[in-house]
């Protein structure tokens, strides 16, 4: 069910952004998501063992990410 909500959403987010922003904008935009993506995709397994290694929780390591993906998504406006 959630792996659904996440396809869902994120066509009807496509799809929004193509009838909203400009193509310059929305080029950068997609470019800045997938880069960032790729970087938490490859750092986060060691985020995560750091914060457990320090007997932390392992959402801090997630909030901490969403800060940083609430920085570049302020950028963009």
Request: glycine residues 6%; without cysteine.
């Given at each position: 069910m959630i792996r659904?909500?996440?396809v869902l959403m994120g066509n009807i987010l496509i799809s929004y952004?193509?009838?909203i922003y400009p193509s310059n904008a929305?080029?950068?935009g997609f470019s800045l998501c997938l880069g960032i993506s790729s970087?938490?995709?490859i750092l986060m397994?060691?985020?995560n063992s750091t914060f457990i290694y320090v007997d932390l929780s392992g959402f801090i390591s997630l909030a901490v990410a969403?800060?940083?993906a609430m920085y570049f998504i302020s950028k963009l406006n």
């Open positions: 659904f909500s996440i952004t193509l009838e929305r080029s950068l970087i938490g995709s397994p060691w985020i969403s800060f940083v």
